[in-house]
């Protein structure tokens, strides 16, 4: 029995060391907008650089502060060579695709959501331009999949200076058909500096459907995170089939100010849900290269919503994801 015990204790001691740790942050510069994906043993970091197209990859979040990095796009297009902003690496029909916005060098009217296709593995293959998706003014794109078909969610200028998002069914990886607005910063949390929803990303778990998205201006500590839950039946076109959460759900606390444009990516064993985000120590906000990318694990309440909790300060030790 006392052997018994003995032995249980040190095995549970040794699974607690043999834990994966991590601090934040991931990334302490141009770590704006982060995404990451997990796929085939690495994790896949992407950041706004503002001039191209870079992935990271590493087997841990710890790993990849110093992750081998390659560009795998830049163009010299001149309506989008430049303010390369928010790519996202997605796989549909086994094949992986980047979208990300791009526009000019002279100023941001010429932003638009773009896309270049790799192959059948994020880093094995080249990527090449593949398409313009939004004809107009757009930014952020993302992929939702809900019930086999998939959905382009950006942030869109539908009236001036009242940054919505916009939802369109993709014909394909590469196309777009119309868009609907899915959600306008009618909310006060929304509107502080400037009225904006921006970096939309899809949360998943069972039957359930969210969009995460941020809310506020960018160089203002009230940039932050809400949320939208797909009432789980009828066209996701229409807003009508969403539920829009009345309060932020992830806002700047002591050290982390403007958490926000964050992306939700599973653990290596599938059973953890990650929020992965940017922040600045700066109070007033930020929206350049300053930004910090941070994770954090999501919890999950009793009626089955997603809690993201508050940003951890930098430099506490974290225990990375399971599987790691
Ligand atoms: C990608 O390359 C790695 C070696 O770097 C190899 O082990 C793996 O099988 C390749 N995967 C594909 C799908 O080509
Ligand atoms: C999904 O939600 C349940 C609680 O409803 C939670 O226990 C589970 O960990 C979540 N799954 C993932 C992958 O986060």
Redo the contacts with the bound molecule.
């Keep these: 029995m006392f052997l018994l015990r003995f032995l249980i204790t040190t095995l549970s001691l040794l699974h607690l060391t043999s834990a994966a740790t991590f601090t934040n942050p991931l990334r302490a510069r141009d770590g704006s907008d982060p995404h990451i994906v997990h796929f085939d043993g690495f994790y896949y970091l992407m950041t706004t650089t503002w001039t191209d197209l870079r992935l990271t990859r590493a087997k841990t979040l710890e790993g990849l502060k110093t992750g081998e990095t390659k560009v795998v796009w830049t163009d010299s297009n001149p309506s989008r060579c430049c303010n390369v902003w928010a790519p996202e690496l997605h796989r549909i029909d086994n094949t992986w695709y980047i979208y990300y916005t791009a526009g000019n060098k002279q100023n941001l009217d010429g932003q638009r959501s773009h896309v270049v296709r790799g192959g059948g593995h994020p880093w094995n293959f080249t990527y090449s331009y593949a398409g313009q998706l939004t004809p107009e003014w757009g930014i952020d794109g993302t992929v939702l999949t809900i019930a086999g078909r998939n959905y382009f969610i950006y942030s869109c200028l539908p009236r001036p200076q009242w940054q919505s998002l916009c939802i369109a069914l993709m014909n394909s990886p590469t196309s777009i058909g119309g868009w609907k607005l899915l959600s306008e910063p009618t909310l006060a949390w929304e509107r502080v500096g400037s009225p904006v929803n921006e970096g939309a990303t899809a949360l998943y ?2 039957t359930r459907v969210w969009v995460g998205y941020s809310g506020s201006y960018c160089w203002t500590d009230s940039y932050q995170l809400g949320l939208l839950e797909y009432k789980g039946s009828g066209d996701p076109m229409e807003r009508g089939n969403w539920v829009k959460g009345q309060q932020p759900v992830f806002s700047s606390s002591e050290g982390n100010w403007g958490t926000g444009h964050n992306a939700f990516f ?2 290596p064993d ?4 990650w929020n992965v985000y940017h922040a600045t120590t700066v109070r007033t906000g930020n929206c350049d290269g300053n930004r910090y990318t941070a994770a954090k694990k ?1 919890e ?1 309440r009793a009626d ?1 919503t997603p809690d993201l909790g508050r940003a951890e300060r930098t430099g506490t030790r974290l225990v990375g994801p399971s599987g790691e």
């Design positions: 778990n069972g599973t653990s599938g059973m953890e849900t999501v999950w089955g």
